[in-house]
């Protein structure tokens, strides 16, 4: 590990030592260094703002977050991020985390594509949601130190991550692109499928079998 990220590095309990080998083991190369990466944000972002979270929970939220788009996690009808969510439950209960940690981390990865919501709830469910944001989107790019940032990318690489992540999501929920209604990974499927257009919200109202009284 570089000495310039060593204050954020990643934790080595026996807890995260297992999630790293589930992500390394069960992963891509990708997600691999995605997910690291998420993590080393997210905690240095927790560390600017001070706020109190437990960095081995986040850790392994972290190497989970994305594990739902591999072949032994995903469902045939839930949403990826319920599926990541899922299984870090189950990888979580195994070991005796209590329930209030066990529904954090799942909190987390299951709302980790959704804007607007998690800053108002747990730490770790917010710096994870912030951390993947500045890895995918790069937000919060210019404020995050320059410095750290390179550090962190030179031991975490992003080798042809813009187009590869996509390919990653994609092949997560291609045989079932109706759990992405109303997510942003809506998108991904119009991006991919031929002739695919995400359900229209007001043409669902307007299509509800409920009778409107005439007034």
Same mark, same amino acid.
């Given at each position: 590990?570089s000495l310039?990220?060593s ?6 309990s026996?807890?995260?030592k297992?999630?790293? &080998?589930? +992500?390394?083991e #069960?992963g891509t190369d990708?997600?691999f260094n995605h997910?690291?990466r *998420?993590?080393l944000?997210? &905690?240095? +972002?927790g560390? #600017? ?8 929970l986040?850790? *392994?939220?972290a190497?989970?977050?994305?594990l739902?788009?591999v072949?032994?996690?995903i469902?045939?009808?839930e949403?990826f991020? *319920?599926d990541?969510a899922?299984a870090?439950?189950?990888?979580l209960?195994?070991h005796n ?8 981390a799942?909190?987390?990865i299951?709302?980790h594509?959704?804007?607007?919501v998690?800053?108002?709830?747990k730490?770790?469910?917010a710096?994870?949601?912030s951390?993947?944001g500045?890895d995918v989107?790069g937000?919060?790019?210019?404020s995050f130190?320059a410095?750290?940032r390179?550090?962190i990318?030179a031991?975490y690489?992003?080798?042809n ?5 996509v390919k990653?999501f994609?092949?997560?929920?291609e045989?079932?692109p109706g759990?992405t ?5 809506a998108?991904?499927?119009e991006?991919f499928?031929p002739g695919?257009?995400?359900p229209?919200f ?10 409107d009284?005439?007034?």
């Open positions: 590990m310039t990220i204050a954020t590095a990643i934790p080595d026996k807890l995260a297992e999630a790293t &080998a589930i +992500l390394r #069960q990708l997600l997910s690291n *998420v993590y944000f997210a &905690a240095e +972002l560390r #600017q703002k001070k706020l109190r979270f437990d960095p081995e986040l850790y *392994v939220s190497a989970f977050h994305d739902g788009l072949k032994r996690y469902s045939e009808t949403r991020e *319920v990541g899922n870090v439950r189950q990888f209960t195994a985390v209590a329930e209030e940690e066990v529904m954090t799942w909190t987390a299951a709302l594509t959704t804007p607007g998690t800053q108002y709830m730490p770790e469910v710096l994870l949601f951390g993947v500045l989107l937000e919060g790019f210019e130190p410095e750290l390179e550090a990318v031991e690489p992003r080798e991550f813009k187009e590869g992540i990653a994609f092949g997560g929920f045989n079932k759990t209604w109303g997510t942003v990974k998108d991904v499927c991006r499928i695919y257009k995400s229209n007001c043409d669902l109202i307007a299509n509800s079998p409920f009778p009284s005439v007034c």
